[in-house]
């Protein structure tokens, strides 16, 4: 294993952006149309290029940039499936000023929703 461990010495490694491009890889790899298998192999390869690249700063830079779109996805998923479960009980409401998400148990008429973060109050129905 030591060898492996002087073999990577000053290469960028795994990544996040390196994970999704090998998982991308994977799922394309799965479509019966040949030319499919190409692009999964070149996806493939360019996830080892990036893992054995010696330009650091380069790779952080696209692995920055890949974050930003893909936080914004994976949080909308997650705030998603995270109301399902308490849909019949609670009903969720955003702050107009701060974005605060808020819930609020369903049934209770028309009520006066005061946001604890920055104290701003709204009249919603539940």
């Not at 952080?60 to 399902?84: A, D």
């Not at 019949?88 to 973060?117: D, M, N, S, Y």
Request: a positive charge; proline letters at 6%; glycine letters at 6%.
């Amino acid at each position: 294993m030591n060898w492996m461990q002087r073999m990577m010495m000053g290469r960028y490694g795994g990544d996040q952006m390196g994970i999704g491009i090998l998982i991308l890889s994977m799922v394309i790899n799965f479509v019966p149309f040949w030319p499919a298998r190409i692009v999964s192999i070149l996806l493939l390869a360019w996830a080892v290029f990036r893992m054995f690249s010696r330009n650091i700063a380069r790779r952080r830079m696209e692995n920055e940039k890949f974050l930003r779109v893909w936080y914004p996805v994976k949080n909308f998923f997650v705030r998603l499936f995270k109301r399902r479960p308490d849909a019949k009980t609670h009903k969720h409401f955003r702050c107009p000023k701060c974005r605060q998400e808020l819930r609020v148990p369903r049934g209770k008429g028309k009520i006066v929703i005061t946001c604890p973060k920055c104290g701003t109050k709204m009249t919603k129905r539940t």
